[in-house]
């Protein structure tokens, strides 16, 4: 067994020659990277101003929520300053000793943020569905699977922030006395071993948070549209509100996007054998796997945050209309209302009684309604008649 991976690269490798993917670019990376973070941070932002200064029920799930926000920047810095300081993108074996010492810390601590931020959304949305299941089975099973999350995210948390004694090990190859295993083994098997076992269990967890709410959800009391709004929501992903079952919808989207964003990294994970195969080359492989990480963390956070903040933010902006009243004004061509015998003008209408002669009989009270034109307007039944008139037709919105 090599003492380090280090002793795995090969000079000769195939995929030196290889073109480098889109995802290997700097400028790609750093733009993904800092756009998503943004939204995310937004996101984070606005639920937390809404629990902790409009609402003010703040809560535990909150509270986590600000955590994951703290370490997951610290992964955000690291993955824009690696590809210039570190050579994130570029072959290892092109690297100078000092690059791969910088990329190997940057690394490390993109490597620990992820595993610690994607502990922390599971966790948070845990939480958060407490809310909701305040009695009954779902409460006992969203209590259980909070135990095994806790379990799972301490467990990878400490190997990831741990993978080596002493820890500067994982990236300072000129320390000898070293204790490595999990993230930082020198074995590539094991190293391997340990991002597929993360990432098959990251993805069950996904499944379990997103069957949670299921039943719930399809309750006999549950509306057609409604269920077909939740099924629309899982199959692609779209956000809609769903009146009482919003919150909900919400983080079924979280699940639904993180689960597949997860299942596409865990197969570029075997494609690559964690960064082992063809040859050990781990600047070059990192960016696809760093990326959909990413991707991954942000969805998940924007997904628990917008719940939150979205129907306050509703309410207050008065941004929805709930019903419209169309409010029509036609104007009816003289010359055509002088050719009918009942017209207005013979009857003696209001206007009638403006345009023609003072001495003019008045009309009886209801006689307008004989006019043909009035009685198409207000008679759905009766039968149109073939004049053609010109209309002048002003529309307005009114909001109720």
Not at 74 to 100: A, K, T, W, Y
Not at 146 to 153: H, K, L, S
Request: glycine share 6%; charged share 20%.
């Amino acid at each position: 067994m090599p003492a380090t991976l280090l002793d795995l690269v090969d000079p000769n490798a195939e995929n030196l020659n290889d073109p480098p993917p889109p995802w290997n670019r700097e400028s790609f990376i750093i733009a993904m990277t800092l756009v998503f973070g943004t939204i995310t941070a937004v996101a984070v932002c606005l639920r937390l101003y809404t629990r902790f200064c409009v609402v003010k029920l703040p809560g535990w799930d909150d509270y986590i929520q600000l955590l994951m926000l703290l370490v997951g920047s610290i992964g955000l810095v690291c993955v824009c300053l690696s590809p210039g300081l570190g050579g994130l993108g570029r072959h290892l074996i092109d690297l100078s000793d000092e690059e791969r010492r910088t990329y190997f810390q940057l690394f490390y601590l993109a490597d620990g943020s992820f595993v610690t931020t994607v502990f922390f959304i599971k966790l948070a949305l845990l939480l958060q569905y407490l809310r909701i299941f305040t009695s009954g089975v779902l409460r006992y099973l969203t209590q259980g699977t909070i135990a095994i999350v806790i379990c799972f995210g301490v467990i990878t948390s400490f190997f990831a922030w741990f993978p080596c004694f002493p820890v500067e090990a994982f990236w300072d190859v000129t320390i000898t006395d070293r204790r490595c295993y999990a993230y930082g083994s020198s074995d590539p098997n094991a190293f391997y071993m340990t991002y597929l076992a993360h990432g098959i269990i990251n993805m069950i967890l996904d499944l379990i948070i997103l069957a949670l709410p299921v039943q719930l959800l399809f309750r006999p009391n549950t509306t057609t549209r409604t269920r077909l709004g939740i099924v629309g929501l899982l199959v692609i992903g779209t956000m809609s509100v769903l009146q009482k079952e919003q919150t909900l919808a919400f983080g079924l989207t979280d699940c639904c996007s993180a689960t597949v964003l997860a299942t596409i990294r865990l197969a570029a994970t075997v494609r690559t054998r964690a960064f082992t195969y063809p040859s050990y080359d781990h600047s070059w492989y990192a960016p696809e796997l760093c990326i959909l990480g990413m991707l991954e963390v942000n969805m998940g956070c924007i997904g628990a945050s917008v719940p939150v903040f979205w129907p306050v933010f509703r309410e207050r902006l008065g941004i929805f209309v709930t019903r419209e009243v169309n409010i029509s004004v036609t104007e009816r061509h003289e010359e055509i209302d002088r050719q009918r015998p009942e017209s207005l003008y013979s009857n003696g209408s209001e206007r009638a009684l403006r345009l023609w002669p003072e001495n003019n009989p008045k009309p009886a009270k209801g006689d307008h309604y004989k006019d043909s034109y009035v009685l198409e307007q207000v008679d759905p039944l009766r039968k149109k008649t073939t004049s053609q008139i010109d209309s002048v037709v002003t529309v307005g919105k009114q909001k109720p």
